[in-house]
T-cell receptor
Framework: GNSVTQMEGPVTLSEEAFLTINCTYT??????LFWYVQYPGEGLQLLLK?????DKGSNKGFEATYRKETTSFHLEKGSVQVSDSAVYFC???????????????FGQGTILTVHP | GAGVSQSPRYKVAKRGQDVALRCDPI?????LFWYQQALGQGPEFLTY????????KSGLPSDRFFAERPEGSVSTLKIQRTQQEDSAVYLC??????????????FGDGTRLSIL
């Protein structure tokens, strides 16, 4: 079946540091890949997505590249801010066809704390 | 507002009681998903509706869990004879897609259910 593995957290960084959160996946076919973020007290929000190999998703300074050869979708940001403190979830869906209906399979989440 | 709305935000029930959780999806969204998120874990799929049709209920943990979406908009997740292991955050998400898998899901803030 499908699965997503994220690097274990929590991750603690100083402001302006470089961020990488690793994500690898196992899936049949060609999944779509997502990063969702959950800020304190808020619901899950889509951060970025990539729907085919070598696509790069980007938003708010975050980037992730769909690497089929390594089955990875690592999240990166060059300079984090205190306001980036949140829980980050890597997720996938199977693409069209079959009976997956686009349901998301999530990783366990990575807590990021950024200090001033 | 224009987002997914869930109610109540918090629900405390005694073991053995029945509970009902409500989800108002974004207007016009065809797909509706329910997920269960245990503490410190990523959300896990429960069930999927396309309009009023429940096309996938493979994630429901037992026959005590029941979901409906009778008019293709509002959905209710009902848990009968609650057990302590049912304590979790229940998330609802909607999507404009018909389950193709490459469109984002929009999440509500969730209902935190605590079973005493």
């Amino acid at each position: 079946g499908n699965s997503v593995t994220q690097m274990e957290g929590p991750v603690t960084l100083s402001e302006e540091a470089f961020l990488t959160i690793n994500c690898t996946y196992t899936a049949t076919g060609y999944p779509s890949l997502f990063w969702y973020v959950q800020y304190p007290g808020e619901g899950l929000q889509l951060l970025l997505k990539a729907t085919k190999a070598d696509d790069k998703g980007s938003n708010k300074g975050f980037e992730a590249t769909y690497r089929k050869e390594t089955t990875s979708f690592h999240l990166e940001k060059g300079s984090v801010q205190v306001s980036d403190s949140a829980v980050y979830f890597c997720a996938l869906t199977r693409n069209a066809g079959g009976t997956s209906y686009g349901k998301l399979t999530f990783g366990q989440g990575t807590i990021l704390t950024v200090h001033p | 507002g224009a987002g997914v709305s869930q109610s109540p935000r918090y629900k405390v029930a005694k073991r053995g009681q029945d509970v009902a959780l409500r989800c108002d999806p974004i207007s016009g969204h065809v797909s509706l998903f329910w997920y269960q998120q245990a503490l410190g874990q990523g959300p896990e799929f429960l069930t999927y509706f396309q309009n009023e049709a429940q096309l996938d209920k493979s994630g429901l943990p037992s026959d005590r869990f029941f979901a409906e979406r009778p008019e293709g908009s509002v959905s209710t997740l009902k848990i009968q004879r609650t057990q302590q292991e049912d304590s979790a955050v229940y998330l609802c998400a909607s999507s404009i897609s018909r389950g193709e898998g490459n469109q984002p899901q929009h999440f509500g803030d969730g209902t935190r259910l605590s079973i005493l």
